[in-house]
């Protein structure tokens, strides 16, 4: 929540009544966007580090006696699906995206939980990971040792932190409104952020000495200036995590992006599998699961695979890379009868928006190494900070008794202005919807309550 400075007193009044009403709207943002930020920063926090936490907290099940062959990958699944529970209640909402969940109930007995991965390591001193879904869609895994197929143990979702925290982070227990809510969140911080940066921007100062902040002016006006300049130190990296979290969104990403690339033939040749199908279907698999794997290492994939078979009828089945550079992205797709390779593709072999995705994709993970991680997570720690400092800085600087709204003034949009907010609404439409909804009920308001001629 940026407060209102580097104002002029001499400057024209429609300039002043531009930064009023952006700063108005500035404000309105911050209050919708703050639970976004606190919620998002905090489990994509724990998800960067999932994976060193559950190392750290059960070695007894992420590592093994190096071997120098292990058992093949369907004995593996076999092991780990005989040790899951042999009957569950299944949530469905059309499928397992990002954020799972669902709603329709119905029992599916003696079938056991949905595979959603099975996680083949290049490291022989690691075990085999294989991932099922629980009945609230949630993930969980069961590891087995690649020596032997003996299982080594479970976790439930709730302490399978990769799972959880991925799954809070993308809307879940919601399902899709949790995600349409995160993408009203994510359009209304682009809005602030760009807005933020108008009103920050130095009239009277260097833009280098904009960017310190003034210890020797007060709190108020150091409490500002510290928001501030932390906001436009990060912007840029604020607006690339923004937009690229766009397309996991089941409406922006399923609904808008899906359609642009399919009109513009810029879909992934490689496609994506979300796993989930039934136990039963994977056990049957033995032949085509070893086929598959034994085929892409022959193809020369040397990183942590990757096998998953989505629930619908003729899905492929679909095998991909792990823990390697992200330039080396590589998918096979098999026929799931006979495991036959039907397509083998590289990250350059995809258009350039599926490239863009996986990019953003993988810099939010932090999959770039131990640098992405740690910016990644200060990336996040700026955010609480933000939000810290903008509370703050409103408390100290509203008006006594008072919320601090800032008041609405008459203003005349220029026009350039009109035509950038105009093409944000179209390119985000839940975003638009929400913008048209406030205006509407500010028009209502101001009704009964005159603004500030």
């Known amino acids: 929540m940026t407060t209102m400075h580097n104002t002029d007193a001499d400057a024209p009044p429609s300039r002043l009544r531009l930064y009023a009403t952006l700063w108005r709207w500035h404000f309105l943002a911050a209050l919708l966007v703050i639970p976004f930020v606190l919620w998002q920063s905090t489990t994509g926090t724990l998800y960067l580090w999932a994976e060193w936490w559950i190392?750290?907290?059960h070695p007894e099940l992420r590592f093994v006696t190096p071997a120098p062959e292990a058992t093949s990958p369907s004995a593996q699944l076999a092991a780990a699906l005989a040790a899951a529970p042999k009957t569950y209640t299944a949530r469905h909402s059309g499928g397992h995206g990002h954020g799972g969940g669902g709603h329709a109930q119905h029992a599916a007995p003696d079938r056991g939980s949905p595979v959603q991965e099975i996680i083949l390591p290049n490291d022989p001193g690691r075990s085999t990971t294989v991932i099922l879904l629980d009945e609230q869609g949630l993930p969980y895994p069961i590891f087995v040792d690649p020596r032997d197929a003996k299982v080594l143990g479970s976790l439930s979702s709730v302490e399978w932190l990769p799972g959880?925290?991925?799954?809070l982070h993308g809307g879940w227990p919601l399902g899709k409104p949790g995600s349409w809510l995160l993408e009203l969140a994510d359009g209304w911080a682009i809005f602030m952020i760009?807005?933020?940066l108008y009103l920050w921007w130095p009239r009277h100062r260097g833009f280098l000495a904009s960017l310190w902040p003034r210890f020797d002016r007060g709190p108020r006006l150091m409490m500002r200036d510290l928001h501030a300049t932390v906001a436009v130190l990060f912007s840029a990296v604020f607006l690339f995590f923004l937009v690229s979290a766009l397309p996991w969104t089941s409406f922006w990403g399923g609904e808008i992006l899906s359609r642009v690339q399919a009109a513009t033939g810029q879909k992934s040749t490689a496609g994506f599998s979300p796993g989930g199908a039934p136990a039963?279907?994977?056990a049957a698999m033995t032949g085509?699961?070893?086929e598959i794997v034994a085929e892409a290492r022959r193809r020369g994939f040397t990183q942590s695979l990757s096998v998953r078979l989505a629930p619908w009828p003729g899905a492929p089945l679909y095998l991909?890379?792990?823990?390697g550079p992200p330039s080396a992205d590589r998918v096979l797709l098999a026929d799931p009868k006979t495991g036959q390779v039907t397509r083998d593709t590289l990250r350059s072999d995809q258009p350039l928006i599926p490239r863009m995705v996986g990019f953003g994709i993988h810099v939010h993970q932090g999959d770039f190494g131990a640098w992405n991680l740690w910016l990644n997570t200060a990336f996040a720690l700026s955010l609480v900070?933000?939000?810290v400092s903008g509370i703050a800085s409103w408390w100290l600087r509203r008006p006594a008794r008072s919320l601090g709204v800032p008041r609405k003034v008459e203003l005349r949009w220029p026009r350039g202005m009109i035509v950038a907010a105009t093409a944000l609404c179209?390119?985000?439409?839940?975003f638009g919807a929400s913008v048209l909804l406030l205006i509407g009920l500010e028009k209502l308001f101001t009704r009964v309550r005159p603004i500030t001629p």
């Open 288 to 290: 085509p699961i070893d």
């Open 426 to 430: 179209v390119l985000m439409p839940i």
């Open 385 to 387: 900070w933000l939000t």
């Open 164 to 167: 959880l925290s991925r799954a």
């Open 280 to 282: 039963a279907q994977m």
């Open 320 to 323: 991909s890379n792990r823990d």
């Open 55 to 57: 190392d750290s907290r």
């Open 194 to 196: 760009v807005s933020g």
